[in-house]
């Protein structure tokens, strides 16, 4: 089970409810604009600060939480699971958690709601490919963040 030794910053992009996809200079923080998507996220969804995932952007964070996070707002995150997840061929994994000082927990209703919108999110682009694999737990969430830090 993670500790809070485990968390890490994650800075929100886009909102819970919201079908508007943010663009943010992952170094500066600075907003680069907006578009609207074909699926509203179902969670907070932003990234780990001072990390570099496989796409060459920072590692992709979905906030399983009920709380009202804002774009811009950066947070104190416990990583739960990977999930595997290529876009258009490159690696895109996504990292599922909640906020520090919260039940280590993620339901399966909230899993499957995550799948069901990643695989519809871009379904207005031509030509998008989306392919999502294995769930893996806390530890190789982990891992991945340790081998994504910078």
Do not use: W
């Not at 200079?25 to 179902?42: F, I, N, W």
């Not at 969804?45 to 990390?51: Q, V």
């Not at 999930?83 to 599922?96: A, F, R, S, T, Y």
């Amino acid at each position: 089970m993670p500790g809070s030794d485990d968390s890490l910053k994650v800075f929100i992009e886009n909102t819970s409810g919201s079908s508007t996809k943010n663009t943010y200079d992952e170094r500066t923080l600075e907003h680069l604009g907006s578009r609207q998507v074909a699926s509203p996220y179902p969670y907070p969804y932003g990234f780990a600060l001072n990390t570099l995932g496989g796409d060459g952007d920072c590692v992709d964070c979905f906030v399983v939480t009920d709380k009202a996070l804002q774009s811009g707002d950066i947070v104190d995150y416990i990583p739960l699971h990977l999930l595997e997840q290529v876009e258009d061929g490159e690696v895109d994994h996504k990292v599922l958690g909640v906020l520090a000082g919260t039940p280590n927990i993620i339901d399966k209703h909230a899993l499957e709601t995550i799948r069901s919108f990643i695989m519809s999110v871009f379904s207005d682009v031509p030509g998008k490919q989306m392919q999502l694999g294995k769930l893996h737990g806390a530890s190789e969430a982990l891992r991945y963040i340790r081998e994504c830090r910078v």
